[in-house]
């Protein structure tokens, strides 16, 4: 593996400067930024039970409470990609994080009213969804500079700070929430207080995305990428189960099992929800380990994975255990982690340089479509058993990795067997090996030099 020794200019989009050399660090700021973000998305999971016994709610209004969050990170998403492929990745992180710091505070003041706890979600769901699209490609385009022993080390990269904010953010808040007082202010302090140490780290870190954009923002908003046959028929069918997996861990298993916990019901819900993002970690590098372009092998394992945590999650509601939910939560946190591992390198194989940050947005704002699984489950629970619905879920995932297991071969024997995929292939400066593996050297862009590498 070569070192990239790549430079950007430090500069707003197409004014020019001396370009300076990014520190093997930089990716890490961006990263600190997006895992705060993160822990802000994710910090209102282990007070479900909490807000369903103080506030009085149905099972089905507090899911719902919990799903609003993608109300708001779909579009933050859709247009938060293309806008900082437009104007640079700085300026949307940094009023991202403005943007997490308001969600906590409404969440704060929302502990006696459903209203200002619907809005709260809301808005961090707009902060996450500006966050993570321009976030997974400022870290790709940062960690390119300082990468020694891996070739493509972005994906990875990103999904580990994501995962780290998404574990930490509801463990600290549930152990809050169970043993310190006014746990419906205290559990959200430790956010505000990681947004503004992130702020500083941001403002410092290079910027990546600096080429002058000549099409109108509207024009941008289409991603051409999205037409390829392998994302309609291959990434659009796998996204949702990233987070539909992740979802059903943290939201759903917890609260079947609250009768036999009483009051350690919080900190459980908060150590279930911590394990989800930890297995979806550890899971990682045996997912890099399993990817190859050319055969579905990461796909099919991501989804068996998934497959098996429902079934888990199956037996946990039959009979009730806490055990079978945390191997269940176990089982579908890897299952999130491969998944998500799995969709960012094909998003980012697909991507033209000009798109990156986009077609990640619509690959991100697809995943989010999961998080409506526990409301599902929920609304339903009261006429079909839960163990029942699981076992469905279990059915529909597997439809789901016959199907992508299918099409991933089709498609690449249509494409001619080369393991490239989409208009990466056919960057200028580049060329497809004969493992499928596009090598060249930087082109003029950050986002074309990102792209222009050997993928691991």
């Known amino acids: 593996m070569t070192k990239h020794a790549l430079t950007y200019r430090d500069t707003p989009a197409g004014s020019s400067g ?35 016994s103080e506030l009085g709610l149905s099972a089905a209004t507090v899911q719902a409470t919990f799903g609003l969050y993608a109300i708001g990170l779909v579009p933050g998403l859709l247009l938060g990609g293309p806008v900082s492929d437009r104007y640079g990745r700085r300026r949307l992180i940094l009023p991202a994080l403005f943007i997490s710091l308001l969600g906590s505070v409404l969440l704060i003041a929302g502990g006696e009213s459903l209203g200002l706890l619907f809005a709260g979600r809301v808005v961090s769901g707009i902060a996450s969804g500006a966050a993570f699209s321009a976030g997974a490609a400022w870290i790709k385009e940062l960690s390119l500079a300082g990468s020694a022993r891996e070739a493509n080390p ?29 746990p419906t202010v205290v ?17 410092r870190t290079p910027e990546t995305c600096v080429t002058k954009r000549q099409d109108s923002l509207l024009r941008q908003l289409k991603v051409s990428a ?129 798109d990156l940050a986009g077609l990640t947005a619509v690959y991100q704002a697809l995943s989010y479509i999961g998080f409506a699984a526990p409301f599902l489950l929920a609304a339903f ?11 469905i879920a279990a059915g529909l995932a597997t439809l789901t990795l016959i199907w992508t297991s299918l099409r991933a071969v089709r498609v690449q024997g249509a494409e001619g067997g080369t393991g490239s995929t989409g208009p990466v292939a056919g960057l200028p400066g580049t060329t497809t090996g004969a493992a499928g593996t596009t090598v060249g050297a930087p082109t003029s862009t950050p986002t074309a030099a990102a792209t222009a590498v050997r993928e691991g």
């Open 381 to 391: 629970q009261d006429a079909i058993p839960a163990s029942v619905l699981l076992v």
């Open 226 to 354: 999205v037409r390829e046959p392998r994302f309609r028929s291959v990434v659009m069918p796998l996204a949702p189960w990233v987070f539909g997996s992740a979802s059903v861990a943290l939201a759903y298993l917890p609260g079947l099992v609250k009768d036999q916990l009483g009051d350690s019901a919080l900190v459980f819900s908060a150590c279930v929800t911590a394990l989800t993002g930890f297995a979806g970690i550890l899971v990682q590098p045996l997912a890099r380990r399993v990817d190859d372009p050319r055969k579905p092998r990461l796909i099919a394992m991501s989804m068996a994975i998934v497959v098996a945590g429902l079934l888990v999650a199956a037996a946990a509601a039959q009979w009730s255990q806490p055990v079978l939910v945390v191997a269940g939560t176990l089982v579908l946190g890897a299952g999130y982690g491969c998944c998500q591992v799995c969709g960012l390198l094909e998003v980012q194989r697909l991507a033209h340089p000009k």
């Open 187 to 203: 559990a959200y302090l430790p956010h505000l207080a990681l947004t503004l140490v992130s702020i500083p780290l941001v403002m």
């Open 18 to 52: 001396p370009p300076p050399a990014i520190d093997k660090w930089a990716w890490l700021r961006a990263g600190v930024a997006v895992a705060a973000v993160g822990w802000g998305a994710n910090q209102f999971a282990p007070l479900l039970l909490l807000y369903r």
């Open 154 to 182: 972005g994906p990875r990269r990103a999904t580990i700070t994501m995962t780290m904010g998404f574990a930490m953010g509801p463990l600290v808040a549930g152990a809050l929430a169970q043993w310190a007082p006014s």
